[in-house]
T-cell receptor, first 114, second 116 residues
Framework: AQSVTQPDIHITVSEGASLELRCNYS??????LFWYVQSPGQGLQLLLK??????LVQGIKGFEAEFKRSQSSFNLRKPSVHWSDAAEYFCAVKFSGSARQLTFGSGTQLTVLP | GAVVSQHPSRVICKSGTSVKIECRSL??????MFWYRQFPKQSLMLMAT?????????EQGVEKDKFLINHASLTLSTLTVTSAHPEDSSFYIC????????????FGQGTRLTVV
């Protein structure tokens, strides 16, 4: 079955520390992959996306993600976290041929300590 | 980038009344829009796919008579929560795909519905 998993429900890091948020998917082919950020009470903002090509993708706000086919993963990274990065992060997947727009992971809540 | 506007951002209504939420694509025509529901501390769950000029496609378990969707034009889809109950209180988000930009989806700001 097609699925998206974000193993970490909540992550806490100190400001200035590096960050990695995990995302795994289950699918027989390569889907389209997205990372979104949601601030409290707000909609979703696209951070980055992967369709094909270079497996290391650069996004907005200093984020990047790496697609690893062998691990069926698309982990989000940032070398130095800022307090304003505290938010909920969602990995989303578009499975080819699916009638649905996007399948979302359960989300990871990021807390940034001063 | 493409912009999707959702209105209102927050609404409080009494039980038994109906509430309409609008989703507009501001700089592109969207033949398809999507409505999601998000419970506190949870992910987004697709409720229905709104198709311009035809009936919406509802996900399993979503009551089509309670959540009426109308996609009357290429830039506007509306979700009406009919006879609202407190359990309908939730965060509702719409999205649309710009047909010029591939499979990227743009999201509205969301609507916080509270039924009292």
């Amino acid at each position: 079955a097609q699925s998206v998993t974000q193993p970490d429900i909540h992550i806490t890091v100190s400001e200035g520390a590096s960050l990695e948020l995990r995302c795994n998917y289950s699918y027989g082919a390569t889907p389209y992959l997205f990372w979104y950020v949601q601030s409290p009470g707000q909609g979703l903002q696209l951070l980055l996306k992967y369709f094909s090509g270079d497996t290391l993708v650069q996004g907005i706000k200093g984020f990047e993600a790496e697609f690893k086919r062998s691990q069926s993963s698309f982990n989000l990274r940032k070398p130095s976290v800022h307090w304003s990065d505290a938010a909920e992060y969602f990995c989303a997947v578009k499975f080819s041929g699916s009638a649905r727009q996007l399948t979302f992971g359960s989300g990871t809540q990021l807390t940034v300590l001063p | 980038g493409a912009v999707v506007s959702q209105h209102p951002s927050r609404v409080i209504c009494k039980s038994g009344t109906s509430v309409k939420i609008e989703c507009r694509s501001l700089d592109f025509q969207a033949t398809t829009m999507f409505w999601y529901r998000q419970f506190p501390k949870q992910s987004l769950m697709l409720m229905a796919t709104s198709n311009e000029g035809s009936k919406a496609t509802y996900e399993q378990g979503v009551e089509k008579d309670k959540f009426l969707i109308n996609h009357a034009s290429l830039t506007l889809s509306t979700l009406t929560v009919t006879s609202a109950h407190p359990e309908d209180s939730s965060f509702y988000i719409c999205s649309a795909r710009d047909p010029r930009g591939g499979t990227e989806a743009f999201f509205g700001q969301g609507t916080r519905l509270t039924v009292v």
